[in-house]
Every structure is written in structure tokens, then in C-alpha cells.
Nanobody, 127 residues
């Protein structure tokens, strides 16, 4: 079982950048796919980005494509989300999630796919 802790959130002006980190412990992180989701006040949780267990494939929501980059360092048991050109609509609580590799595939955009979640980190983008 893996535990996830996000960090790196904060307040940033529009156009700025933040780098979120997800630190994993308690499990073989290198065998887990990782996703980032976000939830804004009054809105449903939405998929942001995902990366496969060895980092060979990455996926992005259309709303962040070209601005956000997901990466991972399995040697350090971390996953990161570099967020550039931030917009006020990016304001949300950002969650890291993990799902063990499975021969059944990886439905990266679906929250219910993921078994493990962090507590979230607040990102606020001011206009």
C-alpha cells in the first residue's frame, strides 16, 4: 500500500509557474501509474495529467496541454507536475493519485481507476 503526500501549492499571479510534487512511501512506487486531478470549489474533480509506471507515456487534459508537464523519478519515489502559464481557472485543490500496473490496462482519466490518493495541495492563481 502506498501513501502519497503532495506539496508545492501556493498563490501565484496569472502567467506564473508552480511545480507540484507527490512523494510516495510504503509501496513499490515504480510499479504504479500516477495521475494528477484537481477540484475547484463547486465543481467536480477533473483529470489533469497522468504518467505510466515507467514514465513511457504521458497524458494530459486538453485544458492544460502545452502548459503542464508531468514527470516522475522512480529512484526518488516522486512524481511532479510542472505548471506554466497559469490561469485563474487553474485554481483548485490538486491531488496526486496512484494505481498499480495491471495487464487490464490504465484508464488514466477516470478517478475511480486510482486506489490511492494524497490529501491535496491548494493552487490559487490570481488575475
Amino acid at each position: 500500500q502506498v501513501q502519497l503526500v503532495e506539496s508545492g501549492g501556493g498563490l501565484v499571479p496569472a502567467g506564473g509557474s508552480l511545480r507540484l510534487s507527490c512523494a510516495a512511501s510504503g509501496g513499490a512506487f515504480s510499479f504504479y501509474h500516477v495521475g494528477w486531478f484537481r477540484q475547484a470549489p463547486g465543481k467536480e474533480r477533473e483529470f489533469v495529467a497522468a504518467i505510466t509506471w515507467r514514465g513511457g507515456s504521458t497524458y494530459y487534459a486538453d485544458s492544460v496541454k502545452g502548459r503542464f508537464t508531468i514527470s516522475r523519478d522512480n529512484a526518488k519515489n516522486t512524481a511532479n507536475l510542472q505548471m506554466n502559464s497559469l490561469k485563474p481557472e487553474d485554481t483548485a485543490v490538486y491531488y496526486c493519485a496512484a494505481e498499480p500496473w495491471s495487464p487490464m490496462g490504465f484508464n488514466y482519466g477516470l478517478g475511480s481507476t486510482y486506489d490511492y490518493w494524497g490529501q491535496g495541495t491548494q493552487v490559487t492563481v490570481s488575475s
